[in-house]
């Protein structure tokens, strides 16, 4: 009854957020559109994007215009939530905000260790973050070198994480960036035992674990086919935690010869099962991955709707929704038809 009576609130308006979501039926439609300008005004007239887009025609209809506005659809769903939420429900939100931290910080570390202007203005996120960051986003994102970023992260919980990266031989940007993602999930299982009730820990354990082990999947798979990495020394790459995969599951797929064979070892696996994968299919790995994520974020909500799942899978499928708009309307720029449009939209 308790958690009944907690979540009632926040799960109806979770309802209503999820009923504007974008169709299958609504991506196949935007998918036959033959402009940019065609599918932005088809966006503007979807309630979650309305008014977005106002001030953007013609020449500034660019992807990084475009990617901002879609992203601050997906913070302003975040700060509705948050508003709506009671306290035990913001040290939830609080932790999911780490992970845009994490992705604005990932962009101007590219840009400082590129020496570039960063594309994308985070003017447009300024007053958001304000309200749920210490991160002084404009100084950051200033940042021309990595000695100035530094200095602009100094005194946040990024800093001495990213210092002792920078103090290895020749650190790469994948390195800062994994060890952005080990800071990400080791404080998700910190916070999640400390703050959260035993089945709600075990839903979003569920859901974060089945994602960490996914990622090494691919890294593992990537390494193998684009890279040629040597087996010993793709266990580098690899974020050093598993959930759903043994030990052993890792290091057969590691050492394994060829695609087929790495492929027989996931077949094996939790995440085999949960696909039903066919070896000799050889399947797409990140629709696969996507396909499986998917079926556990719905599931822990759907069978647990008055819980933290609830607000955990909305944002899950409204990152989704963003990556996929982004993904269309860059593929009408490029005058894709719209089959391939949507093959790969559904990859994402």
């Not at 215009?65 to 939530?81: G, N």
């Not at 005194?155 to 800071?183: M, N, Q, R, W």
């Not at 910190?190 to 959260?196: D, F, N």
């Amino acid at each position: 009854m308790g958690d009944l009576l907690s979540y009632s609130g926040i799960t109806t308006k979770v309802r209503a957020m999820e009923s504007h979501l974008i169709s299958e039926n609504q991506f196949h439609e935007m998918a036959g559109l033959s402009t940019v300008t065609e599918a932005v005004d088809y966006l503007s007239h979807l309630k979650p994007y309305n008014g977005l887009f106002d001030d953007l025609e013609g020449s500034s209809l660019h992807r990084v215009a475009i990617e901002e506005r879609l992203i601050l659809s997906l913070y302003k769903d975040f700060a509705k939530l948050y508003r709506f939420a009671n306290l035990n429900q913001r040290k939830f939100l609080d932790l999911y905000f780490m992970h845009f931290e994490i992705d604005i910080l990932k962009k101007c570390l590219r840009n400082a260790m590129g020496n570039n202007y960063l594309d994308i203005d985070l003017l447009v996120f300024e007053d958001f973050f304000k309200l749920h960051s210490k991160l002084d986003l404009i100084k950051l994102s200033s940042s021309r070198s990595l000695t100035e970023f530094w200095t602009n992260l100094e005194g946040s919980i990024y800093y001495d994480v990213l210092s002792e990266v920078s103090d290895a031989k020749e650190p790469t940007l994948f390195d800062y960036e994994v060890h952005l993602d080990l800071l990400y999930f080791r404080t998700i299982w910190k916070v999640m035992g400390k703050h959260l009730k035993k089945e709600e820990n075990k839903l979003l354990s569920n859901c974060f674990g089945s994602k960490l082990d996914l990622l090494n999947i691919q890294w593992i798979y990537r390494s193998k086919k684009y890279y040629q990495i040597q087996s010993t020394d793709i266990y580098s790459l690899l974020i050093p935690t598993n959930y759903h995969l043994t030990k052993e599951q890792i290091t057969k797929m590691a050492e394994a010869g060829t695609i087929e064979e790495f492929y027989g070892v996931l077949k094996t696996t939790y995440y085999g099962r949960k696909a039903d994968i066919e070896v000799f299919d050889l399947p797409d790995l990140e629709k696969l991955t996507k396909e499986v994520l998917d079926k556990i974020y719905r599931s822990t909500s759907q069978q647990n709707p008055y819980s933290i799942a609830t607000l955990n899978s909305y944002l899950y499928f409204k990152e989704a929704e963003i990556q996929k708009v982004i993904t269309l309307i860059e593929s009408i720029r490029y005058r894709l038809n719209p089959d391939e449009i949507i093959s790969y939209v559904e990859k994402q």
